[in-house]
């Protein structure tokens, strides 16, 4: 039972460094969070397929995030560029 609970925890900290690097993170610090999680952290790596910029796109005129479908910047009040389909489509792993 031991050998198991070993091998989740080495498991875990195995997909928490793949998971920082992935994200740009850590690798230490992905590592400590895999030893934490144990077997919820290669949930947490599988599920997390939506990123920040999956949904969102900066404005060109003020660099700030704004939704993916929107045609007027809720910042400057600019009106975007269509955004290209291919570039904002969130992605499926």
Known sequence: MFIVIITFW???ILVGI???Q???FSSVAGAI???LLGPLAVLMFFVSGVTRSDRNRKCPY???F???EATVCK???K???PPLVSQYKPSIR
């Open 18 to 20: 793949a998971a920082a």
């Open 66 to 68: 704004v939704k993916a």
């Open 10 to 12: 080495l498991f875990g």
């Open 79 to 81: 009106e975007l560029p």
């Open 75 to 77: 910042h400057c009040h």
């Open 22 to 24: 992935k994200k740009g």
């Open 62 to 64: 003020c660099a700030e």
């Open 33 to 35: 969070g895999g030893l």
